[in-house]
């Protein structure tokens, strides 16, 4: 990551306590940022933060339990960072993924509960921040995705639904806020190797009666670089969107996916 010219800048990572979260906690850390990453289970936060705190000094991290579908939570930990920091220059918007199911398996409640983790914490989050970022005439978001923004996934009803609504959300906003200096940009992920990603390939191995060893192999062959990504690789752009000199890029939906998704962008 090249070097900033301001030292002191300041990122919150929803839902950084493993994963996508946490590696993307990790590249900003590296870059010289002081962040605030969340998470609900109390004990892998304590784990997270010792994680990342040997990256970049103890100083530099701040774990806040919080459910990211909690508009009060979310309100929290964006407004603690902001006063905490005196700033906020870059918000990671994640969650974890809403359960999986086809539309016949998934209940009201399941739509509700999906729309409050996927869409809903990215809304409330943003509010939140933007103020501090528009006070400072600087800001940079990335929303994490799913390739279900470009083609729906089988058995990811409530992802192939609230992602795109998601797009909706970065591209509207990326006009409303350029003039303010602050840029907006999804981030979607293909396959890459998580607890997220290895608890599917296990539900598809019981439902189909193989391993999920046998399940990855099927997925990986499918994928053209021939693997599932690393949460690293994901997080190498979203560090590059953080930085001030990708300020001319916004609204956009990148995909990290090793060539998975056949679409045009
Ligand atoms: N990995 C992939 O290839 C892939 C592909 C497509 C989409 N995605 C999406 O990318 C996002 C991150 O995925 P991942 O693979 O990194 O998942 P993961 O390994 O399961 O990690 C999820 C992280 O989110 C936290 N979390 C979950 N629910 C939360 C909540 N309600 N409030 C606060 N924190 C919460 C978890 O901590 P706690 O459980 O302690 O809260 C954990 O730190 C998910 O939305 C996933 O669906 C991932």
Do not use: H
Request: glycine share 12%; charged share 25%.
């Amino acid at each position: 990551m090249a070097q900033e010219s301001d030292p002191r800048r300041t990122a919150v990572v929803m839902a950084g306590t493993r994963g996508l979260g946490q590696a993307c906690a990790a590249e900003l850390l590296r870059g010289g940022l002081e962040v605030t990453v969340c998470g609900r289970d109390g004990e892998r936060l304590q784990q997270a933060v010792a994680e990342l705190g040997a990256v970049a000094g103890d100083d530099a991290v701040t774990g806040e339990r919080a459910d990211v579908s909690s508009t009060e939570d979310v309100e929290r930990l964006v407004g603690g960072a902001v006063e905490r920091y005196g700033r906020l220059d870059v918000l990671v918007v994640n969650a974890g993924g809403p359960p999986p199911g086809d539309f016949a398996d998934v209940s009201m409640e399941d739509w509700d509960t999906a729309y409050a983790l996927t869409l809903r914490s990215a809304v409330t989050a943003i509010r939140a921040a933007v103020p501090a970022m528009r006070e400072r005439g600087f800001g940079r978001i990335a929303v994490i995705g799913s390739s279900s923004v470009r083609r729906p996934l089988e058995g990811l009803v409530l992802s192939n639904v609230f992602r795109p609504a998601l797009t909706g959300l970065v591209k509207s906003l990326a006009g409303d806020l350029a003039p303010d200096g602050i840029t907006v940009n999804m981030v979607s992920p293909g396959r890459i190797d998580t607890e997220r990603v290895r608890t599917l390939d296990e539900r598809k191995a019981q439902r189909q009666g193989t391993t999920a060893e046998e399940v990855r192999r099927g997925s990986e062959a499918a994928i053209p670089a021939g693997r599932y990504g690393r949460p690293e690789e994901l997080a190498a752009l979203v560090g590059f969107l953080a930085e001030e000199r990708a300020g001319y890029i916004t609204g956009q939906s990148l995909l990290a996916d090793g060539g998975l998704t056949p679409t045009l962008p």
